[in-house]
């Protein structure tokens, strides 16, 4: 499967952001799909997941009340909505997708390496 993601930027503290990621490819017809991110000189983290159906969502305690994930099924789209954000938001922003049930997204935090597709990352860059 490939994935395509767009919409990261460069705005100051407060503002928002609307982050995509396409899915195309593969054997599934949906995925479950989520954002990671990596900071210079810091290791990628989790950020938030939903499964193909919407009905589990998680997110990273960091973005809590911030951001918000949703998707787009007829599109295979995912989306992370990001309010009010923060300097230390700053990173590199990575959309994941998996086979649905293959690694619940309840465990996407402590097992990214399982996830079977990554795209290309786009960078948000927020400046105080």
């Known amino acids: 499967v490939q994935l395509q993601a767009s919409g990261g930027g460069s705005v100051q503290a407060g503002a928002s952001l609307t982050l995509s990621c396409t899915a195309s490819?593969?054997?599934?017809?949906?995925?479950?799909m989520g954002w990671f991110r990596q900071a210079p000189g810091k290791e990628r983290e989790f950020v938030a997941a939903?499964?193909?159906?919407?009905?589990?969502?998680y997110y990273a305690d960091s973005v809590k009340g911030r951001f918000t994930i949703s998707r787009d099924n007829a599109k295979i789209m995912v989306y992370l909505q990001m309010n009010s954000l923060k300097p230390e938001d700053t990173a590199v922003y990575y959309c994941?997708?998996?086979?649905?049930?293959?690694?619940?997204?309840?465990?996407?935090?402590?097992?990214?390496?399982?996830?079977?597709?990554w795209g290309q990352g786009t960078q948000v860059t927020v400046s105080s």
């Open positions: 994941a997708a998996d086979p649905p049930g293959n690694t619940i997204v309840a465990l996407w935090d402590v097992n990214p390496n399982a996830l079977d597709a």
């Open positions: 939903m499964n193909w159906s919407g009905s589990s969502i």
């Open positions: 490819g593969g054997t599934f017809s949906n995925f479950d």
